[in-house]
């Protein structure tokens, strides 16, 4: 019992990460219909964005304030340079266009930055271990599990008590009936985007702080792993890319922990055979609801 | 009644294209602060694609596209909400998993001030009351009927000078759609100038004051109420004389 609670609790922690990371692709495509393949990107940038800040010599908690404001800019920007000139196209160019950023990105790190990981200086107050009982608890997985139900708290009461909030919702009902209450299409997207951008900024630091590197294909792995939370939740659901991201962060802990040891090298190949055993069941995902793309 | 002869829309050559698809055809049309302008037409006339067009919701041209005084057409259909004129889509298009006050005030977002929204709200639940008694219930749990009341009092939130209304009656009960339509005509003595697109030729012309007949995207009549009610083309194809 005691081993599973500790298992509970790590997958909480991964799955976690997972929920916020495919919460942000889920944002941006019920909105506007387009898998941000860059999402990991945003990451990554976060993650370089605290790497220098703690070199420059601010900080930690000022790093992780500006991580957070270079992640949001960065989402924005993109939408605004790469995203925008092809709103409305079909979703083949969306998401080629989404790769195409990524790999843009992805090449910059390497050229302009390293192509090598680049350690960061967490503070040693934060690789400790918390002992409650018989269960062992790192202090990142500690703060990543607060972190991740403070912001799924946050955004449910953005969505659901703010005028923009509202309109986030209708949009990913009905777009171009929203622009007919009056809500600007651009700062809709815009706003999406933000919150997508945040999202990421949060997963990424907290994926820094446990592996203490920031790399140029830091995110390319997370985020497929959300991509594939999303599906599982139902693309465009948000309460479904939460759900899908816990789920995925629990089936990856539990054969993790129980898998023979001659097996764990397969245990992605495992947790996606599970995946696929959902889909088959539920095709359109665990909370799929009805989403009209229209511009 | 009280039409006046302010011109609130005066649109000249409009045409509406999905890619080769010619929805519309170089119409014109103009509506006249206080009336009621029917659009009539069998499906594909290129009804619904006109209103479309007039908020910015479909692709258009036209020579001139003018509400108000203000030149429409490079607006956004969110600026043109914004400046008076807005839509009740065909088939309502609540938003469905939002409750009736959560469509309400996203109807009412142009309102900057809060006091304008409440009041906005107010006076929306005091000509429906249903509702108000609806209020906390999702959208998408309502009737046909309130639906399509919310889909009215979402657009009307936003405090139009011009509301154009694309088929309010479709799928909906005979009681029902009287209740529409006797909606409609309290709506214009408060001062509301509507463009309505109707298969409902009969109660259509009752409660304009001019109406248009579009064919194959082109008009092919039009007139005062009254003239088309007597023409012979209107009786052989809709009234069934």
Redesign the interface.
């Known amino acids: 019992m005691d081993i599973f609670l500790q298992q509970l609790l790590n997958a909480l922690s991964l799955g976690g990460t997972y929920a916020l990371l495919a919460l942000g692709l889920a944002v941006v495509f019920s909105i506007i219909g387009l898998i941000n393949f860059a999402h990991g990107e945003l990451m990554t940038v976060t993650g370089y964005a605290i790497c220098f800040a703690l070199i420059w010599g601010l900080p930690f908690p000022l790093a992780v304030i500006g991580g957070l404001v270079v992640a949001v800019a960065a989402a924005v920007l993109m939408e605004r340079v790469a995203f925008r000139p092809v709103r409305g196209a079909s979703g083949t160019t969306l998401l080629l266009t989404s790769f195409a950023v990524s790999a843009i990105l992805r090449v910059l790190f390497q050229n302009v930055i390293s192509a090598r990981p680049i350690p960061v200086s967490i503070p040693t107050s934060l690789s400790g271990v918390i002992t409650i009982g018989p269960l062992h608890l790192g202090t990142i997985q500690l703060i990543s599990i607060i972190v991740t139900l403070v912001m799924l708290l946050g955004l449910n009461l953005f969505l659901h008590r703010t005028m923009a909030g509202r309109a986030m919702r209708a949009a990913s009902e009905d777009f171009a009936v929203l622009r007919l209450m009056g809500m600007r299409a651009n700062s809709i997207v815009a706003t999406a985007f933000a919150i997508s951008g945040l999202l990421a900024g949060v997963a990424g630091i907290l994926w820094v702080a446990q592996r203490g590197s920031v790399d140029p294909l830091m995110g390319a792995l997370p985020v497929l792993k959300a991509f594939i939370a999303a599906i599982i939740g139902g693309l465009g659901s948000l309460s479904g890319a939460v759900a899908g991201g816990f789920l995925l962060g629990f089936i990856e802990v539990i054969l993790q922990a129980y898998l023979p040891e001659s097996l764990l090298p397969y245990r992605d190949a495992f947790a996606i055979l599970l995946v696929i055993g959902v889909l088959l069941f539920r095709p359109q995902g665990l909370l799929a609801r009805k989403t009209i793309i229209k511009l | 009644m009280t039409t006046s002869d302010e011109t609130l829309l005066s649109i000249e050559g409009l045409t509406v294209s999905y890619g080769p698809v010619e929805a519309v055809r170089g119409i014109d049309l103009t509506v006249k602060r206080g009336e009621i302008v029917t659009l009539l037409g069998a499906n594909g006339a290129g009804k619904s694609s006109t209103l479309n067009a007039l908020?910015g919701?479909a692709p258009r041209k036209a020579r001139k596209m003018e509400f108000n005084g203000i030149n429409l057409l490079d607006l956004?259909?969110?600026t043109i909400?914004?400046r008076g004129m807005?839509?009740v889509?065909e088939g309502r298009?609540v938003?469905?998993?939002?409750t009736v006050n959560?469509?309400l005030?996203?109807?009412g977002?142009?309102h900057a001030a809060r006091g304008n929204l409440v009041a906005a709200k107010a006076d929306m639940l005091d000509l429906f009351p249903i509702l108000a008694e609806r209020l906390h219930q999702k959208a998408g749990s309502l009737s046909g009927g309130e639906q399509q009341m919310l889909a009215i009092a979402?657009?009307l939130m936003?405090s139009p000078d011009l509301l154009l209304l694309d088929e309010p009656s479709l799928g909906l009960a005979p009681q029902i759609v009287d209740r529409i339509f006797d909606l409609i005509g309290n709506l214009r003595d408060r001062g509301l100038t509507i463009l309505l697109v109707e298969q409902n030729v009969v109660q259509s012309l009752e409660i304009a004051d001019r109406g248009y007949v579009l064919a194959n995207g082109r008009v092919e009549l039009l007139g005062s109420a009254d003239d088309l009610r007597a023409s012979p083309e209107i009786q052989d194809a809709y009234l069934g004389v």
């Open positions: 908020v919701l956004p259909p969110e909400v914004r807005t839509l889509p298009r938003f469905s998993s939002l959560e469509n005030m996203l109807g977002a142009k979402r657009a936003s």
